[in-house]
């Protein structure tokens, strides 16, 4: 059986993926992108697979380009018969979240250290269910805005001519982004607008009720207090402020009902992706706390048990039984591969993970090479020069400077912190309706997005120019 899973891991190494890398563990970012493939249970069709690496709380999702091709193509035909599919999709997503709503509700009023093992147990496997539930049929998104993307840019190119390059750019960040502020600004602005400022203990506290969820991640939560936000609220008034724009405001150009319709898909996986993101970032708290309880009682550190699959925790029938994984687990934080398909996951850590990875710790093909420019997608228009600084996890995070240039496989809500010092952004992956391409607006930031290999080209300290009103990067030292 460990020569199949290691054949078939050396088969899907091989293959062209869509990779996506960001601070991440398995029990979250695994968990939540197996909906893929149970999708066809609600729809009749989802993603066929999925490919993971992890090592030391970094992860790599890589998705199958032809996923995305042939959910498009499905969702692209119910559309033309029914106008309103998406919000139905939407509506069938929101019934099945509500299930949880009343657990979710009795998890945080419960002393969980008064619970019986089994108990605890039962807890956990409903919330990392929860969590595969959080993503559910809206994993449709992701295809959506892949595919998406290159229809739009054909069909507006086709509807401004003779519009400049830069001029072009402009009308096409502005179009990409939502109509509604994303949630790591809204709570921003909401914790802004606290009359009294840091001195109202009472709003603060409120606040915190709301957003203790804010700072989570795919790599697990992160425990905020009040004093947290009022720190936050000090530093927010140095801050640039965010300028709003809506999408909207270019319909005047009379574009077509088609493109019309296009832009107005874009903006309803947009908002719909933000909306989902934050759900998810609140079930990794609840998920924390449960993991805090059993770390505890088995007296292990709980980020171990961040390294446990789905398919693990709907088997696990006792504590003891969990103990005794401890040491795979161990084994997994310092690299394993993970396969998804259908409802099936298989891992492979250890000698066989090192002996596939050989001495390359990501799925990126090593295209790096001499060239002195790289090209991809304007998000927001503007040219900087500055020194490049790559953010693969939470430390290079806090060694991010003022002025520096951030460039990451993609961004995350949490690398906010170092988004607002930044001069611009560039990544490699991402799409119209990704993060990098919402903020980048919300904050004008000079940003570019899919640029394949900047990770690889560019290195810590470059002096570069970024030339987002062309989409040219230029390395000048």
Not at 268 to 275: G, P, T
Not at 343 to 372: F, H, P
């Amino acid at each position: 059986m460990i020569n199949n899973d290691y054949k078939l891991f050396k088969q899907y190494l091989k293959r062209d993926w869509y990779i996506q890398g960001f601070s991440a563990v398995p029990l979250f970012l695994s968990t939540a992108a197996m909906s893929g493939t149970f999708m066809k249970r609600y729809l009749g069709f989802g993603y066929r697979h999925f490919l993971f690496n992890y090592h030391n709380g970094y992860g790599e999702m890589a998705y199958d380009p032809e996923d995305f091709k042939n959910i498009w193509l499905v969702i692209k035909k119910k559309i033309a018969v029914n106008p309103s599919y998406l919000k139905d999709i939407k509506r069938l997503y929101h019934q099945n979240l509500n299930q949880f709503k009343p657990f979710f509700k009795k998890i945080k009023q419960t002393d969980l250290t008064k619970l019986s093992e089994q108990e605890i147990i039962k807890i956990f496997q409903e919330l990392i269910f929860a969590q595969l539930e959080n993503v559910g049929v809206s994993h449709i998104i992701d295809a959506i805005g892949f595919e998406l993307e290159k229809e739009f840019k054909k069909s507006l190119e086709a509807e401004l001519p003779r519009t400049s390059i830069v001029r072009f750019n402009e009308i096409f960040s502005n179009l990409i982004t939502p109509s509604k502020i994303s949630f790591v600004n809204q709570e921003e602005e909401d914790l802004s607008k606290i009359k009294g400022g840091i001195k109202n203990k009472k709003a603060l506290e409120k606040h915190l009720a709301k957003y203790f969820w804010i700072q989570n991640s795919y790599a697990g939560p992160k425990l905020l207090t009040v004093d947290d936000f009022s720190k936050k609220l000090i530093s927010l008034k140095k801050e640039r402020k965010r300028i709003k724009n809506n999408s909207q405001d270019y319909l005047p150009y009379h574009f077509s009902q088609k493109l019309r319709r296009i832009i107005n898909i874009i903006d309803y996986c947009a908002v719909w992706q933000d909306e989902r993101k934050a759900l998810i970032f609140q079930n990794v708290s609840y998920a924390g706390w449960i993991l805090q309880e059993i770390s505890r009682r088995l007296n292990q550190d709980v980020e171990i048990f961040y390294y446990l699959s789905l398919t693990e925790v709907k088997k696990l029938k006792s504590l003891s039984e969990l103990a005794k994984k401890t040491l795979i687990l161990k084994e997994r934080q310092k690299g394993c591969l993970m396969i998804i398909r259908g409802e099936d996951n298989k891992v492979i850590c250890g000698a066989k993970y090192r002996q596939l990875m050989k001495k390359d710790k990501s799925l990126v093909k090593n295209n790096s090479s001499n060239n002195q420019e790289l090209h991809g997608t304007v998000a927001n228009i503007g040219t900087v020069q500055g020194r490049v600084k790559i953010i693969r996890n939470m430390v290079s995070l806090n060694k991010f400077q003022s002025g520096n240039i951030l460039v990451a496989s993609m961004t995350r809500p949490e690398y906010m912190s170092a988004i607002k010092k930044a001069a611009a952004i560039i990544t490699d992956e991402g799409g119209i309706t990704c993060h990098a391409a919402i903020i980048a607006r919300e904050l004008n930031i000079p940003t570019i997005i899919g640029t394949k290999n900047a990770t690889q080209i560019l290195r810590d300290g470059d002096l570069i120019e970024v030339n987002a009103n062309h989409g040219v990067i230029r390395i000048i030292k």
